[in-house]
């Protein structure tokens, strides 16, 4: 149990993380990354929805017909996600006000169903539990690296904090659209230089040890 | 809560394929903007079955929260209704064009089971319910986001197709050229910025 929970954890948090590894749940990551704030709570958000319905598909697996599997995960999501949307919307109006309807796009983000569809359909709950929890954790790290960036850059803060740096003008392109796509560009760039680097490193240790 | 009964449905319908452009401003239903954008005639014909797919599906989720959600104040069932709406509605299509439109389905087919996930047909419908739209600013709000979808995957087809010739540098292939050729796009669009404001 402990290394299948190691694995699981390796595996989601880089070697197939969900962003920049497999571009997954890329609307939310690119549309609440301009502040930090919000990107913490979207990715609470995902982290519980992505945990509990990989726990209850799982819970399911040997009950739901194979045909109609889709409809029902759909639904499992969409019920964790009214929770998570009325939650936010008691405790935290202000944030659920800038996060809109991305909010209600939990149900649709892709490593959701993706996580349902791969892992929770073959695996017991508890590990099913702990994978989803790690694909939505790969994906708030990500969010929160992207946001800290936009935001310094873009409005000069840190967590809503103002820096109040002298002769600094903020880059208002970094908080448009735009600076969303070429932060995630930039992410992607680094992440698979990274592993094409690895990859080589092992393939000349195998040849060495020939 | 954003009310907007003085937009004409006309200026909602060009801000949503410029300015509030649904991939370029927006991001709704980036992962088939991503996976579905290597060939131009492909992407164009996901295009249109989006577009179709929108108008229809924003329509009827109107009807429906306007006279059986709003009335029975089941609001926080919305997600649930709307999703099941629009996989139904894709259903429903998918069925109606294998009987009357058998080349059409031949064609879009195979992208229908892949629209009911794409984030943009259910963020439409959200965006509809935050923004208070009435029934033809709905009716033009879905079909010009769906246009501009169009147009930004069409787009960024066209584009990928004469890029791929080129040498990319290395890592940078795929995904990671693609974000940064639809930043470049966002880019040029904000150049229309200002023309017409909804958000």
Redesign the interface.
Known sequence: MKKELQTVFYRNLWKENPVIRQ??G???A??VTNLAVNSLVMGLGLMFVTALSSFTISLLRNYIPQRIR??VQ??II??Y??VV??FLKANLPEISKAL??YV??I????II?GRAEAFAQKNPPVLSLFDGLFAGLGYTIILLGVALIRELLGFGSVFGYSLNMVNFTPWT?MV???????M??IF???S??MM?KRTEKAKLKKQEAK | MLNSPNISPFVIFFASIITSNMILSNFLGMCSFISVSNEYKTASGLGKSVTMVMVVTTIINYVIYKYVVVPLSLEYLRYIIFIIVIAASVQIIELVMDRYLPDLHIKLGIFLPLITVNCAILGISLFMVIRNYDFWQTLLFGFGSGLGWWLAIATLAAIKEKVAKNNIPKGLEGPGLTFIITGLMALAFIGFSGIFVIQ
């Open positions: 571009i997954l890329i609307c939310s690119l549309a889709m409809i759909t639904l969409a019920a996600v009214i949307d009325i809109g309807p209600g796009l149900i649709t983000n892709c169903m392109i448009m659209p735009p600076g969303a796509f070429f995630i560009a992607i760039w680094i698979s230089n094409s």
